[in-house]
């Protein structure tokens, strides 16, 4: 079956650093979302990424689509402490499930 | 929109006890998750449900979990009988499926221990 791997597991960052989380998936995929998990909250859609080698930017967030569409990555410039959490891949191969990947969790020291 | 609405947000139950988790999607939505948390396992799929229907339950731990979705409004996640290792967070999520986004919008989770 589909099999997401998604690193770091953790990543300290001081703030004013930059972070990327990677995302790889064992199969194809038909598109792939990121969420944000706020300490104690809930998960939180970002962005889906559907084409081939696509890249989308918010604000101080980068989100790139690998050209085989299997890997993404999610970017942040210059880290805040609001951007603590945890940072989650979603990959679908095409029918109803997503599954989602371990999630990176980010700490931001001021 | 009032969002996700799941109850209740916190349950502290005792071994043995039957465990009922509610869920109101968003209105509109066609499609409804049901996720379990814990540090150990992350998040995992349980069920979903498209148009009222449960389409994959292999998410679902053993026979003791089951779901229900009766109407378009409402859902339920019930275990019976509860075990210490069912304590975890439970998220219900909705969305609208289209062929475009298929975001997924999360309720504020229920925390259940049981002890």
């Known amino acids: 079956g589909q099999q997401v791997m998604q690193i770091p597991q953790y990543q300290h960052v001081q703030e004013g650093e930059d972070f990327t989380t990677y995302c790889n998936s064992s199969?194809?995929?038909?598109?792939i979302q990121w969420y944000k998990q706020r300490p104690g909250g809930h998960p939180v859609f970002l962005i889906q990424l559907v084409k081939s080698g696509e890249v989308k930017k918010q604000k101080r967030l980068t989100f790139q689509f690998g050209e085989a569409k299997k890997n993404s990555s999610l970017h942040i410039t210059a880290t805040q402490t609001t951007d603590v959490g945890t940072y989650f891949c979603a990959p679908n191969t095409g029918g109803f499930k997503t599954i989602f990947g371990a999630g990176t969790r980010l700490f931001v020291k001021a | 929109d009032a969002g996700v609405i799941q109850s209740p947000r916190h349950e502290v139950t005792e071994m043995g006890q039957e465990v009922t988790l509610r869920c109101k999607p968003i209105s509109g939505h066609n499609s409804l998750f049901w996720y379990r948390q814990t540090m150990m396992r992350g998040l995992e799929l349980l069920i979903y449900f498209n148009n009222n229907v449960p389409i994959d339950d292999s998410g679902m731990p053993e026979d003791r979990f089951s779901a229900k979705m009766p109407n378009a409004s409402f859902s339920t996640l019930k275990i019976q009988p509860s075990e210490p290792r069912d304590s975890a967070v439970y998220f219900c999520a909705s969305s609208f499926r289209t062929s475009g986004t298929n975001e997924q919008f999360f309720g504020p989770g229920t925390r259940l221990t049981v002890l």
């Open positions: 199969t194809t995929l038909s598109n």
